[in-house]
Structures are given as C-alpha cells and as structure tokens.
C-alpha cells in the first residue's frame, strides 16, 4: 500500500497570510501515461463531508478559489493557500489514486492564529 | 445539480449485518465509477471499495474484504454496501463518492454505530 504522510498535523495561520500543507507518499504516483500525477487534496470542514479542492496534483476544481493551488511530482506535493481567509479553516486532506488502495494522509488542521 | 444520498445506518450489535445505500441523482450514473469511503469518529478518512459502472471490477480495503460487498444498480442509480460480521471497529461515517480517478462528488453520509 502507498503510505502518504502529511506534515504539519496542524498549523495556524493569520488571516491574509500564506499556509502551506505537504504530503510525502511512499512510492511515486506519477501516471506515465498522461505524464501526471495522480494525487488530490480535499477540505473537510466540521460536521461536512469532504470536497475536492485540487486534482491531477495542480488542477483546481471548478469553483474553487484561487488562492487555493497543488504542486509537486513524483513524491512530494504541496497545498498553498495563499491568504487565508476565515472560511479556510478546515482539516485538508491528501490522497493518492494511483493505485489501490487508495490511500489519504492522516489530515491537516488549519486554524486561525 | 450532482447529488448523493446515504441510508441505512444504524446502531448494529457486533457480528450483525447492516446494508447501506447510496441515492444519486443529478448526473449520468452508469458510466460511474463508485466509492465507499468512511471516517471513524474524530479520525481520517478510509477508502473501503470501488466498482466501476457496469460492476464487472470490485475492489476492497483489506480492512473489509471478505466481509462487506460493493454492488450497484444502474436502472435504479443506486449504490449499496452490505456489510456483514460487524465489529467496533466499523463504527464510523460511511460516505459514496463518485470517481474518475479523484473523488469528485461525495454524500454527507450515514452514521454506524457497531456496539452492544
């Protein structure tokens, strides 16, 4: 199984400022067939089920602000949000759909400061 | 507009057998591929099963292989999980997502509760 480990487990942020989220899988989980890699972030916040935030690594989903962007290949990626704004407050999500099983980080709590 | 609607969950002794279903409406459901993902309370999230939209792939968590089934009925657009030999530790959110590689749209789920 593809092992994926996030880091921080929490964070807080200032409102306006920048918080960064990473995730480290255990093998690559770059798709050589379409030359991308198959790792998606989701924000789950309190009491609501998850949403898809960034897929493909860096392809945002529709409707989701842009200040919201992924990076990173092979085995090492990143969640950026570039200023935080109160509604960002949430648990974040990983998770390789590269193989089976799919696998998710062990969450992100981002808090304000 | 994309919805999915859980039921079936409910307080289940250990050992019991509980089946869950998954309503979606709003999109094209057969070509689908289908998920059952669940959150234990206060923790992360766990992908359990997959299958695909005319049910010829099923895959499984080894957490619930051998015990729980992942079936669909397209005519119906439906989603089920039968899920049996129940333990404390099936105790969690159970959430349907659909799939084309990500999880792109999810329910708000269906609460079990595996106790005595």
Redesign the interface.
Known sequence: DIVMTQSPDSLAVSLGERATINCKSSQSVFYSSNNKN?L?W?Q?KPG?????LI??ASTRESGVPDRFSGSGSGTDFTLTISSLQAEDVAVY?C?Q?YN????????TKVEIK | EVQLVESGGDLVQPGGSLRLSCAASGFTFSPYGM?WVRQAPGR????LS?INGPSSTM?Y??SVKGRFTISRDNAKNSLFLQMNSLRAEDTAVY?CAT?T????Y????TRVTVSS
């Open positions: 198959s998606a989701y789950q609501q089920p998850p949403k898809v897929y493909w999500y998770q759909y089976i099983p799919r696998t998710f980080g062990q969450g | 998920n992360g999230l766990e992908w997959y895959y968590a080894d959430y799939s590689g990500h999880l792109n999810w329910g708000q789920g």
